[in-house]
């Protein structure tokens, strides 16, 4: 890693554009749709009256691209720890945006203990210039640490209350849902591919971790948002293990006034897959 240069790494906007079509693929890839005869997921599936699931900012970020390039980061060494949004305002179903990607800190956990870099992104319209979201991503590097950073976050995990959950929203991935989901952008074959999976430690290729943010936030649309993405201000997890095609996603819930704590688990082994989950909703 170049510390401490790489605090002062940021990116030119990167603009692209999305349209209905891509707006769709996003919601087919963390399973809406699956159940053909839900009318409260058809707005994300079907152009007529279109609307894009929240966590959707987290493919479109391309500013990050520059910061991880030019970190001297090893990418192979890396694991994606958390991620974060901001809604501003609602993702439009189809838009040209700008993209921006900045190193927000980076923690150093030590000698032979890794580091962590926090990056911010904001999703802007290229026309308008209205700010849609602000998301943060933090990238665990295995090959990094000692470096003599500071060993304080300022991003603070959300504690979880210890009561019972006061709802729970089970959701099934498809056996294929890597083969979809990849085709938003990420296409490492990890996820796909058995060899790849095998070297890397696990028994069969992993469900991206980006998907299953998709599916906790499908489950917190259910539970508590009507399935209006409006509602949805913030989106915050820690990823703490991976999740299979296949097997079905338990989000647990806890609403305290307007924030909705959650982490979620699979049904099929005793493993907790997101942390520290927590949503504000609008009020």
């Not at 704590?261 to 504000?280: H, L, P, Y």
Request: proline residues 7%; aromatic residues 8%.
């Amino acid at each position: 890693m170049r510390y401490p240069e790489i605090l002062s790494i940021s990116s030119e906007p990167v603009v692209t554009t999305y349209t209905d079509k891509d707006t769709i693929l996003y919601a087919l890839s963390v399973g809406m749709g699956a159940d053909p005869s839900n009318t409260h997921e058809l707005p994300f599936v079907y152009e007529n009256g279109l609307c894009a699931v929240p966590t959707m900012s987290a493919v479109l970020i391309a500013g990050a691209g520059k910061v991880l390039a030019e970190s001297g980061i090893n990418i192979a060494m890396t694991v994606h720890g958390e991620e974060r949004i901001r809604v501003h305002k609602p993702l439009p179903p189809n838009a040209r945006i700008a993209t921006n990607g900045r190193c927000l800190s980076v923690v150093d956990k030590g000698a032979n203990k890794g580091a962590v870099v926090n990056i911010e992104c904001t999703i802007a319209d290229a026309v308008t210039g209205d700010l849609y979201c602000t998301v943060i991503m933090s990238i665990f590097c295995r090959g990094d640490g000692g470096f003599g950073g500071s060993s304080e976050s300022a991003l603070v995990p959300h504690e979880i209350p210890s009561r019972p959950p006061d709802k729970e929203v089970a959701l099934k991935t498809r056996p294929d849902q890597a083969f979809i989901y990849r085709l938003n952008g990420d296409r490492n074959p990890l996820h796909v591919d058995p060899k790849t999976a095998a070297k890397a430690g696990f028994e069969r290729p992993i469900l991206h971790g980006l998907c299953t943010y998709g599916f906790a936030c499908r489950a917190v649309l259910q539970a508590y948002c009507d399935f209006d993405p409006a509602k949805i201000k913030t989106f915050d997890v820690r990823f703490s293990s991976p999740v299979y095609p296949g097997e079905t996603i338990i989000t647990r819930m806890w609403k305290d006034d307007s924030v909705v704590s959650f982490e979620c688990g699979v049904a099929e082994r005793a493993v907790t897959v997101i942390k520290n989950g927590r949503c504000d909703l609008a009020e």
